[in-house]
């Protein structure tokens, strides 16, 4: 069965770091671009980042801009999200997701607070 | 940013009975390929959203032939034939012609 496997979240302080992975399985990872989703408590899906096949191209949602840093090691068919300067706002749980949005991570909760 | 509008935000049904969701984008998803690039997605308590229908009217691998998808350019339906128990959750779209944006989801119950 096709799987991404996440893992990486838990609690910091505002202004910490964390990093996700996401671990994909029973697919050709490296030729998928791939993508994070978040989702606040009790709130609807918001994008995240994406990242192309090869790791050459990266966009993000501007909330994250120059906070966030999308990467993939397509050796160890492995995505990552680094999370700097996180917020209280950066609260949620986060997704990985492939391309074609049919197969997505059980996600992993990042909570921000003092 | 493609703005995405769903309605209703809160659906009550009757098991048995027809249901039907509408999502509007801020811009045209038809692209020059043929596609729209429109998705659907069912959220359940604790679990990651599931694909029902991409590009509009294709059925993703799996999902009852009671879930449809019409549409096109910025209008785009989901419609359920027949509501069962286990159709509870929220209902996303999203559009995936530019970096995804959802709908904010409309919530899915039984009367």
């Known amino acids: 069965e096709v799987q991404l496997a996440q893992s990486g979240g838990g609690l910091v302080q505002p202004g910490g770091s964390l990093r996700l992975s996401c671990a994909a399985s029973?697919?050709?990872?490296?030729?998928?671009?791939m993508n994070w989703v978040r989702q606040s408590p009790g709130k609807g899906l918001v994008w995240v980042s994406r990242i192309s096949h090869d790791g050459k191209v990266t966009d993000y949602a501007d909330s994250v801009e120059g906070r966030f840093s999308i990467s993939r090691d397509n050796t160890e068919n492995t995505l990552y999200l680094q999370m700097n300067s996180l917020r209280v706002e950066d609260t949620a749980v986060y997704y990985c997701?492939?391309?074609?949005?049919?197969?997505w991570g059980r996600g992993t909760l990042v909570i921000v607070s003092s | 940013d493609i703005v995405m509008t769903q309605s209703p935000l809160s659906l009550p049904v009757t098991p048995g009975e027809p249901a039907s969701i509408s999502c509007r984008s801020s811009q045209s998803l038809l692209y020059s390929d043929g596609n729209n690039y429109l998705d659907w997605f069912l959220q359940k308590p604790g679990q990651p959203p599931q694909l029902l229908i991409y590009?509009?009217?294709n059925r993703a691998s799996g999902v009852p032939d009671r879930f449809s998808g019409s549409g096109s350019g910025t209008n785009f339906t989901l419609k359920i034939t027949r509501v069962e128990a286990e159709d509870v959750g929220v209902y996303y779209c999203?559009?995936?012609?530019?970096?995804?944006?959802f709908g904010q989801g409309t919530k899915v119950e039984i009367k």
């Open positions: 997701a492939t391309e074609s949005a049919d197969v």
């Open positions: 029973r697919f050709n990872f490296n030729n998928f671009w």
């Open positions: 999203m559009q995936g012609l530019q970096t995804w944006t």
């Open positions: 590009l509009a009217s």
